[in-house]
Protein backbone atom coordinates (compact mmCIF):
# COMPACT_ATOMS: atom_id res chain seq x y z
CA UNK A 1 0.00 0.00 0.00
CA UNK A 2 1.65 3.28 -1.09
CA UNK A 3 2.11 5.86 2.20
CA UNK A 4 -0.27 8.18 0.57
CA UNK A 5 -3.09 5.68 0.55
CA UNK A 6 -1.97 4.50 4.12
CA UNK A 7 -2.40 8.25 5.75
CA UNK A 8 -6.45 8.06 3.83
CA UNK A 9 -6.92 4.63 5.08
CA UNK A 10 -5.93 5.27 8.33
CA UNK A 11 -7.48 9.02 8.68
CA UNK A 12 -10.93 7.20 7.99
CA UNK A 13 -10.69 4.87 10.48
CA UNK A 14 -9.38 7.27 13.05
CA UNK A 15 -12.47 9.68 11.40
CA UNK A 16 -15.11 6.86 12.41
CA UNK A 17 -13.79 6.47 15.87
CA UNK A 18 -14.16 10.16 16.21
CA UNK A 19 -17.45 10.12 14.79
CA UNK A 20 -18.89 7.35 16.86
CA UNK A 21 -17.46 8.37 19.90
CA UNK A 22 -15.08 5.97 20.23
CA UNK A 23 -12.60 8.53 20.80
CA UNK A 24 -14.40 11.59 23.17
CA UNK A 25 -14.36 14.85 22.74
CA UNK A 26 -11.66 17.06 24.44
CA UNK A 27 -9.22 13.94 25.31
CA UNK A 28 -5.87 13.11 24.07
CA UNK A 29 -5.13 10.73 21.68
CA UNK A 30 -2.98 8.23 22.67
CA UNK A 31 -0.44 7.46 20.03
CA UNK A 32 1.05 4.28 21.17
CA UNK A 33 -1.64 2.66 21.85
CA UNK A 34 -3.96 3.44 18.37
CA UNK A 35 -0.97 2.54 16.97
CA UNK A 36 -1.58 -1.08 18.26
CA UNK A 37 -4.79 -0.73 17.59
CA UNK A 38 -4.55 -0.42 14.15
CA UNK A 39 -1.53 -2.24 13.12
CA UNK A 40 0.82 0.79 12.06
CA UNK A 41 4.01 2.74 12.69
CA UNK A 42 3.86 6.44 14.11
CA UNK A 43 4.48 8.04 10.93
CA UNK A 44 1.22 7.26 9.23
CA UNK A 45 -0.50 7.98 12.29
CA UNK A 46 0.99 11.87 12.47
CA UNK A 47 0.30 12.13 8.84
CA UNK A 48 -3.29 11.22 9.39
CA UNK A 49 -3.06 13.42 12.25
CA UNK A 50 -2.91 16.19 9.89
CA UNK A 51 -5.65 14.96 7.70
CA UNK A 52 -8.14 15.45 10.50
CA UNK A 53 -6.43 18.30 12.14
CA UNK A 54 -7.35 20.50 8.27
CA UNK A 55 -10.57 18.74 8.82
CA UNK A 56 -11.25 20.73 12.54
CA UNK A 57 -11.56 16.88 13.44
CA UNK A 58 -8.58 17.15 15.61
CA UNK A 59 -6.23 20.06 17.06
CA UNK A 60 -2.49 19.38 17.12
CA UNK A 61 -0.81 20.99 20.55
CA UNK A 62 2.81 21.36 20.78
CA UNK A 63 3.76 18.99 23.55
CA UNK A 64 0.60 17.26 24.52
CA UNK A 65 -0.09 15.45 20.53
CA UNK A 66 -3.44 15.41 19.15
CA UNK A 67 -6.77 15.84 20.93
CA UNK A 68 -10.45 15.52 20.02
CA UNK A 69 -11.79 18.98 18.75
CA UNK A 70 -14.50 20.34 21.43
CA UNK A 71 -17.13 22.12 20.07
CA UNK A 72 -20.26 24.09 21.75
CA UNK A 73 -23.74 23.69 20.66
CA UNK A 74 -23.32 26.86 19.87
CA UNK A 75 -20.48 26.52 17.35
CA UNK A 76 -22.68 23.94 16.00
CA UNK A 77 -25.79 25.52 15.67
CA UNK A 78 -23.44 28.54 13.66
CA UNK A 79 -22.13 25.48 11.30
CA UNK A 80 -25.67 24.45 10.84
CA UNK A 81 -27.32 27.64 9.79
CA UNK A 82 -23.96 27.48 7.24
CA UNK A 83 -25.40 24.29 6.10
CA UNK A 84 -28.84 24.77 5.66
CA UNK A 85 -27.77 28.24 3.38
CA UNK A 86 -25.71 26.59 1.40
CA UNK A 87 -28.33 23.67 0.51
CA UNK A 88 -30.37 26.73 0.05
CA UNK A 89 -28.40 28.00 -2.44
CA UNK A 90 -27.32 24.76 -4.05
CA UNK A 91 -30.94 22.74 -4.60
CA UNK A 92 -32.45 24.84 -7.44
CA UNK A 93 -28.72 25.46 -9.32
CA UNK A 94 -28.23 21.80 -8.81
CA UNK A 95 -31.84 21.01 -10.01
CA UNK A 96 -30.81 23.28 -13.37
CA UNK A 97 -27.43 22.35 -13.71
CA UNK A 98 -27.25 18.46 -12.61
CA UNK A 99 -25.85 15.89 -15.77
CA UNK A 100 -28.11 12.76 -15.79
CA UNK A 101 -25.28 10.62 -14.46
CA UNK A 102 -25.57 12.48 -11.08
CA UNK A 103 -28.97 12.35 -10.50
CA UNK A 104 -28.48 8.53 -11.30
CA UNK A 105 -25.06 8.09 -8.67
CA UNK A 106 -27.63 9.73 -5.99
CA UNK A 107 -30.44 7.79 -6.83
CA UNK A 108 -27.62 4.93 -6.30
CA UNK A 109 -26.30 6.19 -3.07
CA UNK A 110 -29.65 6.57 -1.77
CA UNK A 111 -30.66 2.90 -2.54
CA UNK A 112 -27.36 1.49 -0.51
CA UNK A 113 -28.69 3.97 1.96
CA UNK A 114 -31.97 2.16 2.23
CA UNK A 115 -30.16 -1.27 2.94
CA UNK A 116 -27.82 0.12 5.55
CA UNK A 117 -30.48 1.45 7.26
CA UNK A 118 -32.69 -1.97 6.70
CA UNK A 119 -29.69 -4.11 8.43
CA UNK A 120 -29.03 -1.87 10.84
CA UNK A 121 -25.49 -0.30 9.61
CA UNK A 122 -25.31 3.15 11.05
CA UNK A 123 -21.92 4.00 10.31
CA UNK A 124 -22.19 3.26 6.31
CA UNK A 125 -26.08 4.99 6.41
CA UNK A 126 -24.40 7.81 7.52
CA UNK A 127 -21.33 7.57 5.64
CA UNK A 128 -23.76 7.37 2.63
CA UNK A 129 -26.26 10.18 4.14
CA UNK A 130 -23.24 12.74 4.16
CA UNK A 131 -22.35 11.43 0.04
CA UNK A 132 -25.58 12.19 -1.05
CA UNK A 133 -25.90 15.71 0.83
CA UNK A 134 -22.53 16.23 -1.06
CA UNK A 135 -23.65 14.88 -4.64
CA UNK A 136 -26.53 17.53 -4.57
CA UNK A 137 -24.28 20.24 -3.09
CA UNK A 138 -21.44 19.26 -6.16
CA UNK A 139 -24.25 18.95 -8.51
CA UNK A 140 -24.91 22.82 -8.88
CA UNK A 141 -21.22 23.00 -10.32
CA UNK A 142 -20.26 25.76 -8.36
CA UNK A 143 -16.59 24.97 -7.00
CA UNK A 144 -16.48 27.52 -4.26
CA UNK A 145 -19.89 26.01 -2.63
CA UNK A 146 -18.60 22.71 -2.79
CA UNK A 147 -15.36 23.67 -1.28
CA UNK A 148 -16.94 25.51 1.51
CA UNK A 149 -19.80 22.99 2.30
CA UNK A 150 -17.49 20.31 2.24
CA UNK A 151 -14.79 22.06 4.96
CA UNK A 152 -18.16 23.35 7.00
CA UNK A 153 -19.75 19.44 7.13
CA UNK A 154 -16.75 17.84 7.94
CA UNK A 155 -15.78 20.08 10.74
CA UNK A 156 -19.34 19.04 12.51
CA UNK A 157 -19.74 15.16 11.21
CA UNK A 158 -19.65 13.96 14.55
CA UNK A 159 -22.70 15.86 15.76
CA UNK A 160 -24.91 15.12 13.45
CA UNK A 161 -24.32 11.49 13.33
CA UNK A 162 -25.74 11.59 17.09
CA UNK A 163 -29.15 12.25 15.93
CA UNK A 164 -29.85 9.13 13.94
CA UNK A 165 -28.64 7.55 17.59
CA UNK A 166 -32.14 8.59 18.24
CA UNK A 167 -34.19 5.51 16.44
CA UNK A 168 -37.56 7.43 15.86
CA UNK A 169 -35.58 10.17 14.11
CA UNK A 170 -33.11 8.17 11.64
CA UNK A 171 -36.74 6.25 10.36
CA UNK A 172 -38.43 9.85 9.81
CA UNK A 173 -34.91 11.20 8.29
CA UNK A 174 -35.27 8.10 5.70
CA UNK A 175 -38.24 9.03 5.02
CA UNK A 176 -37.01 12.41 3.94
CA UNK A 177 -34.52 11.39 1.94
CA UNK A 178 -36.85 9.84 -0.50
CA UNK A 179 -38.94 13.36 -0.92
CA UNK A 180 -35.38 14.48 -1.55
CA UNK A 181 -34.36 12.37 -3.94
CA UNK A 182 -38.16 12.81 -5.69
CA UNK A 183 -37.56 16.27 -6.34
CA UNK A 184 -34.65 16.22 -6.86
CA UNK A 185 -35.54 13.92 -9.81
CA UNK A 186 -38.24 15.67 -11.12
CA UNK A 187 -35.77 18.77 -10.78
CA UNK A 188 -38.23 20.73 -9.15
CA UNK A 189 -35.57 23.73 -7.24
CA UNK A 190 -37.95 25.42 -5.26
CA UNK A 191 -39.15 22.30 -3.38
CA UNK A 192 -36.09 20.39 -3.17
CA UNK A 193 -34.75 23.89 -1.32
CA UNK A 194 -37.45 24.12 1.32
CA UNK A 195 -37.52 19.89 1.84
CA UNK A 196 -33.50 20.33 2.61
CA UNK A 197 -33.90 23.28 4.53
CA UNK A 198 -36.93 21.35 6.70
CA UNK A 199 -34.80 18.06 6.86
CA UNK A 200 -31.85 19.80 8.40
CA UNK A 201 -33.43 21.66 10.81
CA UNK A 202 -35.90 18.76 12.11
CA UNK A 203 -32.64 16.83 12.10
CA UNK A 204 -30.49 19.50 14.23
CA UNK A 205 -33.35 19.75 17.19
CA UNK A 206 -33.52 16.22 17.64
CA UNK A 207 -29.43 16.31 17.73
CA UNK A 208 -29.10 19.64 19.94
CA UNK A 209 -31.32 17.85 22.47
CA UNK A 210 -29.55 15.13 23.04
CA UNK A 211 -26.33 16.28 22.74
CA UNK A 212 -27.88 19.11 25.46
CA UNK A 213 -29.09 16.51 27.38
CA UNK A 214 -25.53 14.19 27.16
CA UNK A 215 -23.68 17.49 27.96
CA UNK A 216 -25.36 20.23 30.13
CA UNK A 217 -22.51 22.13 30.73
CA UNK A 218 -22.36 23.70 27.58
CA UNK A 219 -19.02 24.93 25.89
CA UNK A 220 -17.03 23.53 29.14
CA UNK A 221 -14.34 21.24 28.53
CA UNK A 222 -13.89 18.13 30.92
CA UNK A 223 -10.98 17.39 32.72
CA UNK A 224 -8.06 15.91 30.89
CA UNK A 225 -7.72 12.44 31.03
CA UNK A 226 -6.07 9.79 29.79
CA UNK A 227 -7.16 8.55 26.38
CA UNK A 228 -8.93 5.44 26.14
CA UNK A 229 -8.63 3.63 22.91
CA UNK A 230 -8.93 0.18 24.15
CA UNK A 231 -11.90 -1.73 22.07
CA UNK A 232 -15.45 -1.48 22.75
CA UNK A 233 -16.78 -4.90 23.26
CA UNK A 234 -19.82 -4.27 21.49
CA UNK A 235 -18.43 -4.05 18.46
CA UNK A 236 -16.30 -6.86 18.15
CA UNK A 237 -13.18 -5.11 18.12
CA UNK A 238 -11.18 -2.84 14.58
CA UNK A 239 -10.14 -4.52 11.97
CA UNK A 240 -6.08 -3.84 11.78
CA UNK A 241 -5.25 -1.46 9.30
CA UNK A 242 -2.51 -3.00 6.42
CA UNK A 243 0.95 -1.23 7.56
CA UNK A 244 4.20 -0.22 5.25
CA UNK A 245 6.61 -0.80 7.89
CA UNK A 246 9.46 -0.75 5.52
Known amino acids: MSRGRLTSVVAERIRDMIVGGDLPAGERIG??????????????LREAFKVLAAEGLVEIVPNRGALVTQLSLADVDAAIEVLVGLETIAAPLACERALEDEITAIADLHRRMVEAHGTGDLMGYFHLNQAIHQGIVDAAHNAALSRVYRSESARIRRYRYTGNLD????????????????????????LLREILRAHHLAGWRVTRAMLADAAPHEGRRPARRRSRTKENPAQGGAPSVPSNRQ
Open 31 to 44: ERALMERLGITRTP
Open 167 to 190: GVRWARALHEHAQILDAFQQRAGA
